[in-house]
């Protein structure tokens, strides 16, 4: 912005110049014979010219402004062309009729783009019949009326105003009071209030664009019936082409087991407060033109099917959601209309015709059944079908009862809709499963169910966000206006999904190749490493959700024993730590020798990451002397060993500087050079140190995967409710236990990082390398098996440490093999 704020004095003249340009006053340019003294804004830039030329040069632009000096005023006047003696003749493509004169006109309001213009008009006389309906229309003006019009609206400010409010949610009351403005900036209320008109036209409009878009105008039914069984006809909305429906995207006859997660359809239900109406004086005139036909169910069935169904909602048992236990509140108070209904397909949040309904006092069920019953006939041939809905759990209960006695004496009746929603599948979207109790989110959940892919359920929520833009509007309106809105509102939704369904179902195929990659590689990894007597019997389980009791049995959820406490389960997981610990302690000479080193810079890690915290007291100062000292006494032994048995490296440890026995270099072979090994016949012990690197590195991994599970125990059993409230101390005392265990975590990725930079130096090959990947911050990491996935968990894969490798405990077989190698 800097560079135009030095800048704005000048940008004022440029618009003042505009005001009275060059050639104003002196001989028009055009014919040459008066003076110019008129100017068109409208046009590119336009010259001044005269009053004659004007009316000329705008024969097919009659609605551009006039703006004629005044020399009395000494500034520009805005006149409309018709004050110009220049009169708009019909019936002729702009020319003039034969038998037009001015006389002959007729005074009428024409609204354009740029304002509201009181002008002149002929109907062409040319024939005995003059339809002056047919004759505005041909010549792009919309009449306010089907006789006898005196005002007229251009299609041009129509397709202007039905774009715009579509995309911004712009009221027409707005609309019109801008046009006024732009008519008189100085005094606008003295021009015409078209609001009225101007609404009516809109509606017509809007209804008709809707006719073009969804090919009804064209006869679109009558040759899809013959083709596409169950194909909806009478419907203004713009349909999912990438939904299953039998005889149009998919084959009537197909294989179940192998493509039964592609013929699958997948709908989302949800109730909305954003779209509300107000309780007012209404026009009982007022008609939806788009009744029936769009979202809404036919007023009189609407009316019919609500006195009849009894409302089964019931105070829910599970979800602490708003959908179902805040019902009846005093936010209803004044409006007759709280919100609606919807149903949309999941995977591609296209609103679906006859799938949405109003509410009266909140979100019913038996409401939520009419939304699902206005699609569901269109859907008869669909074999498998999915719903999501935040509240599911509660949803399904009595669900095929309420189909079969909820629709008796409605069109729905003998459409057998009982036995399509008998094979419903009913799941939770994943953000709102949190919401749930424990045992909804195992037995709801989208990610413990097959053949669902990677959907989500939330999609529905999106388009709320953006429907929620018109509830300004649309609370005020009257029954049948707000119908016709809504529609058109919600089906530019549609389109504009549909414009942009080829690259976002790109996108995301070819996302979902790269993860697929990803999750058969873990996958296979995880298979190996639990091995295949394991993995055969969990093949054989079944993965459905059963119900025992009060409680819900999953073979993805954990079974925790809730009879051991906190540090009961804490040892149970060090015993078993400790269990999986290979015996490393090996009788020959060498191999103790060498594993005493091993162990000797196991201690020296320990010191210095003790001699790195802060804030030390002195229990903590005498405690590391203590430590120091053993660690030089292990030192000056272990010295002594290597003198015996490799006495010409102790020309190397001599060279060193002598501090803190943990800084101490103890010069195994890997902290040799290949040169240096070679200069002091340190092969053999090479080979046997490279083996006791493996053996530590599997260690430090088993160990470390352990830890992380702890670790996640512990930060689960600290954030537990009944934990919250316990005292400062228990609190601090948790925070403690956490903290160690992430100190170990963090020795024990060091520990393995040391030990593969060790092989390394011992000369690993690059294939044995690949066993022992580089062990980033980010690969420490697992997801809870506790508690159930969270939103967004699906997407990631665990890192190379769950999964199989070269890691893994020394066997005795492979001890026993390095016992007699290092001989």
């Not at 349909?239 to 087991?257: H, I, R, T």
């Not at 809404?296 to 105070?315: I, L, M, N, R």
């Not at 949803?395 to 094979?423: C, S």
Request: charged content about 25%; hydrophobic content about 35%; glycine content about 6%.
């Amino acid at each position: 912005m800097r560079p135009f704020l030095g800048r704005l004095g000048s940008f004022v003249r440029y618009l003042l110049h505009k005001e009275e340009p060059r050639g104003l006053h002196e001989q028009c340019r055009c014919c040459g014979t008066t003076v110019s003294d008129t100017l068109c804004h409208d046009c590119f830039q336009s010259a001044p010219m005269c009053q004659l030329c004007f009316t000329r040069t705008h024969n097919q632009t009659p609605f551009h402004w006039a703006r004629v000096w005044s020399s009395e005023k000494s500034c520009f006047v805005q006149r409309d062309i018709s004050e110009l003696r220049f009169v708009i003749s019909l019936g002729h493509n702009g020319g003039r009729c034969p038998l037009m004169t001015y006389d002959r006109s007729r005074s009428m309001r024409i609204v354009d783009v740029n304002g509201i213009h009181e002008t002149r008009i002929q109907y062409c006389h040319c024939n005995s019949r003059v339809d002056q309906f047919e004759q505005l229309m041909n010549a792009g003006l919309f009449p306010a009326t089907d006789t006898n019009p005196d005002t007229a609206i251009t299609f041009n400010l129509l397709e202007t105003f039905n774009i715009d409010s579509l995309v911004s949610k712009k009221a027409a009351y707005d609309f019109v009071t801008a046009l006024r403005r732009r008519t008189d900036p100085d005094f606008p209320d003295r021009v015409p209030n078209i609001h009225p008109q101007f609404l009516r036209v809109v509606r017509v409009w809007r209804a008709l664009q809707m006719f073009k878009q969804s090919g009804q105008g064209h006869g679109i039914d009558d040759v899809m019936q013959e083709f596409v069984p169950g194909w909806q006809g009478r419907s203004l909305i713009q349909s999912c082409l990438a939904c299953p429906q039998v005889g149009f995207n998919m084959e009537e006859e197909v294989d179940e087991d192998e493509w039964k997660h592609v013929e699958t359809l997948f709908l989302s239900a949800d109730g909305h407060f954003g779209l509300q109406r107000k309780s007012k004086v209404e026009d009982p005139d007022d008609a939806a033109d788009t009744e029936d036909i769009g979202l809404f169910p036919d007023d009189h069935v609407y009316a019919e099917y609500t006195s009849k169904a009894q409302d089964s909602t019931g105070k829910t048992t599970c979800a602490n959601l708003k959908a179902a236990n805040m019902q009846n509140k005093a936010k209803f108070i004044g409006l007759v209309i709280s919100g609606v209904i919807a149903i949309t397909c999941a995977r591609h949040n296209f609103f679906l015709h006859g799938g949405m309904v109003n509410m009266i006092h909140g979100e019913k069920f038996n409401l939520t059944d009419l939304a699902l019953a206005g699609v569901l006939r269109f859907l008869l041939l669909v074999r498998h079908i999915v719903l999501t809905y935040d509240i599911a759990c509660q949803y399904e209960k009595n669900l095929v009862k309420r189909f079969k006695e909820n629709f008796i004496g409605t069109p729905f009746e003998h459409l057998g809709l009982d036995e399509v929603v008998d094979r419903f599948l009913c799941l939770v979207p994943k953000m709102h499963l949190k919401g749930h109790i424990p045992d909804c989110q195992y037995e709801y959940s989208l990610n413990f169910t097959q053949n669902v892919g990677r959907t989500y359920g939330e999609g529905i929520e999106g388009t709320w966000a953006e429907a929620k833009q018109a509830g300004g509007m649309t609370r005020e309106m009257n029954a049948g206006h707000r119908i016709d809105t809504l529609n058109a509102l919600q089906n530019d939704w549609n389109i504009t999904k549909l414009q942009n369904l080829f690259s976002s179902l790109f996108r995301q195929l070819t996302n979902a190749r790269s993860q697929a990659r990803r999750k058969l590689e873990f996958y296979k990894g995880q298979s190996k490493l639990n091995g295949q007597v394991r993995v055969e019997k969990w093949l054989k389980m079944s993965v459905k959700p059963v119900r025992k009791g009060k409680h819900v049995e999953s073979v993805y959820r954990l079974k925790e024993d809730k009879s051991k406490s906190d540090a009961q389960i804490y040892r149970q997981m060090l015993d078993a730590e400790a269990e999986g610990t290979p015996n490393t302690n090996v009788k020959t000479p060498v191999s103790q020798f060498l594993n005493n080193g091993l162990k000797i810079q196991s201690t020296q890690r320990s010191i210095k990451a003790n001699a790195r915290k802060r804030d030390q007291t002195d229990a903590d100062k005498t405690a590391l002397a203590k430590q120091r000292a053993s660690l030089r006494g292990s030192l000056k032994r272990w010295r002594e060993e290597q003198e015996a048995i490799c006495p010409s490296v102790l020309d190397l440890v001599l060279e060193q500087r002598f501090g803190h026995p943990e800084e101490e270099r103890l010069f195994l072979p890997s902290d040799l050079s290949s040169a240096q090994r070679r200069e002091h016949q340190l092969e053999h012990l090479s080979e046997c140190e490279m083996k006791l690197r493996r053996g530590e590195a599997n260690d430090a991994i088993r160990s470390l995967r352990t830890e992380l599970r702890h670790l996640d125990a512990l930060w689960d059993m600290k954030k537990k409710k009944a934990n919250h409230n316990v005292g400062t101390e228990r609190n601090l005392r948790g925070l403690k236990d956490v903290h160690n265990s992430e100190e170990k975590v963090r020795r024990l990725a060091t520990k393995y990082r040391e030990c593969r930079h060790a092989m390394l130096a011992l000369g690993m090959s690059a294939a044995d390398a690949k066993g022992y990947p580089v062990l980033e911050d980010a690969d420490m990491y697992q997801k809870n098996v506790i508690q159930p996935h969270a939103l967004g968990e699906g997407s990631t894969t665990e890192s190379w440490l769950w999964v199989f490798g070269a890691v893994g405990s020394l066997s005795i077989e492979e001890r026993n093999e390095f016992d007699m190698e290092c001989k």
